[in-house]
Each structure stands twice: as structure tokens, then as C-alpha cells.
């Protein structure tokens, strides 16, 4: 069963070692983190070793951080026409659920793709084609692949939720995939979530497309551009387009409780200081304590 405590989080670097992103963790003040498992300017990876894995999974148990999510790398294109950088983007899907799974992480975040041109419906064939092939090589996984909400920005998938729930329909096994709504991106997709009434809204035709049922994180980013700019820049809680407000809607509602919520808001600068300005903030907004209340 779900917790319903508030689960707030950020995505936290794995420098020296996938272990090390807990103790960066407790310092920011997380309940739930994202990491990347890997370099993500890389197709490939050094193989996990069993020491690292013991190490990460104790660190996590000592912590009591969770859940964890990993974001793959940005180089994967599952809904590309080109037959080389497709089966390069399924291998490389294929190399971070299995490094994802080894480690215990229940949640691996994918954009869905960009279909080049081709066309919405190629694309999402194409995608369909890659999740199932990725999800016949791991045919006992338990971990669940979450497709990510997109900006809208060129010709990637996933900026409207009748596509997501398109693409959800063309795969086998639907069950084992779920959905990662970003802020910024529906935000900057047309979704006006500054308001109650476009709050309630846009929860209401996620909820009548995808379903309320398949999502399973939350990336709490402000945005930079205005709504339906389709330009995918993110902001400091507050410091955008979006506005506190925005975010309250996201805090205060009770069908979200449970769901990890993180923060990917720009790094530059004291990262750190503002990771925890941003959860304060979030935690204010929601009227919660540090553990969720």
C-alpha cells in the first residue's frame, strides 16, 4: 500500500560513488531522490560491480531515503526513424533498466522520444516497438519504466497526454510502465496549471487520457518560458512563470500524497543551498512538517 506522507526530493549527484547520492541526500533534506546510474553522456557504462551494489542498496537502507528514481541518459531516441540510433537507444534502455534493477531502484524515468519528423503516429509505433522489446529482455523486472512528460519543444512525443496514453496502448505489457508528470512541460506544453480551476483541469483530462492510476513521480520544476511556449527551461520554485501558487495545487492534494516529488531545478551556482531553499519552500506551500506530516 502507497504511504501517504508528502515525499519531497531532487535529483543529487553520484559523484565518488552511486552510494554517496544518500548522504548528499540527507544533507539537502530528501525524502525521495532521482540519480542517473551512469554517465550520461556516455552510451555505454562500466558494469556494476557487486560491491557497489551491496553499498548502495546499504546506504539507502541506512538512510531511509525512498523511493529512489533514476533518469536515464539523454542520448536515448526509442522513436527514431533512423534504424542505427534506434537500436543504439534500445540497447541503451535495455543497459539502465538492468543497472537500475540490479541496484533495487523501483522507478526509471524515459522521455518518450522524437519522432524526426516522421510523424506522431510513427513515432509512437516506434517507441511501442523499443518498450517491448526492452521489456521482453527483462521478462521478471520488477521495475517499472515511466514515460515523462514532455515541453513540446521539436518533434518529441509526450507533450500532450493523449499521446502518452496512445503510446500506452500500443504496448504489450502496459502494466509495467507509468507516467512522470513534469511541471515545466505541461506547464510549457498548454497545460495552465497557475490556477485552481487549470489545476483541476488538467488533472481532470490527465486523469480521463493516462489515468491518475499510472502516475508514479512527479518533477516539480518552475519554467522559464510562458504556458504553451514549448520552450523546456526550468526555474527555481516560485521564480517562474508558474509561480508559488502553481505548486501549492501540487503539495495540497491528497490524491498525490505518496508520489515522489523532485526537484529538478537548475544547478548552477550553491546547488545545494537552493535544493533546500526549494524544499522549504515546497514543504511551507503544503504545510508540512520535514518528514511530510
Request: with cysteine; aromatic share 6%; proline share 4%.
Amino acid at each position: 500500500m502507497r504511504s501517504r506522507r508528502l515525499l519531497l526530493g531532487a535529483h543529487v549527484s553520484i559523484a565518488g560513488g552511486l552510494d554517496e547520492a544518500f548522504a548528499r541526500a540527507r544533507a539537502v533534506g530528501c525524502d525521495a531522490i532521482q540519480i542517473f546510474t551512469k554517465n550520461t553522456n556516455q552510451w555505454r557504462a562500466r558494469p556494476l560491480s557487486a560491491r557497489e551494489v551491496e553499498a548502495f542498496r546499504a546506504a539507502q537502507r541506512t538512510s531511509g531515503i525512498g523511493p529512489v528514481l533514476a533518469h536515464t541518459s539523454y542520448l536515448i531516441n526509442i522513436a527514431s526513424p533512423d534504424r542505427r540510433l534506434f537500436r543504439r537507444s534500445v540497447e541503451a534502455l535495455r543497459e539502465e533498466a538492468e543497472r537500475a534493477e540490479r541496484l533495487g531502484i523501483p522507478y526509471l524515468v524515459l522521455h518518450p522520444g522524437a519522432h524526426l519528423g516522421r510523424g506522431v503516429e510513427e513515432g509512437t509505433k516506434r517507441a511501442a516497438e523499443a518498450l517491448d522489446t526492452v521489456h521482453g529482455y527483462l521478462p521478471r523486472a520488477r521495475l517499472r519504466i515511466l514515460l515523462e512528460t514532455t515541453a513540446g519543444q521539436g518533434t518529441v512525443l509526450g507533450a500532450r497526454f493523449e499521446v502518452l496514453a496512445a503510446l500506452l496502448a500500443r504496448v504489450a505489457a502496459p502494466g509495467r510502465l507509468g507516467v512522470c508528470l513534469d511541471s515545466c512541460h505541461v506547464f510549457a506544453a498548454g497545460y495552465d496549471i497557475r490556477t485552481p480551476a487549470g489545476y483541476r483541469e488538467t488533472l481532470r483530462v490527465f486523469d480521463g487520457t493516462v489515468g491518475l492510476d499510472r502516475l508514479r513521480a512527479i518533477h516539480l520544476n518552475d519554467s522559464r518560458g510562458e504556458c504553451g511556449s514549448r520552450v523546456d527551461r526550468h526555474s527555481h520554485i516560485g521564480k517562474g512563470r508558474i509561480g508559488r501558487e502553481g505548486f501549492r495545487h501540487f503539495v495540497r492534494d491528497p490524491r498525490l500524497r505518496g508520489i515522489p516529488m523532485i526537484l529538478e531545478t537548475p544547478k548552477d551556482g550553491d546547488f545545494v543551498k537552493a535544493d533546500r531553499r526549494n524544499l522549504r519552500l515546497l514543504r511551507a506551500l503544503a504545510g508540512a512538517s520535514r518528514r511530510g506530516g
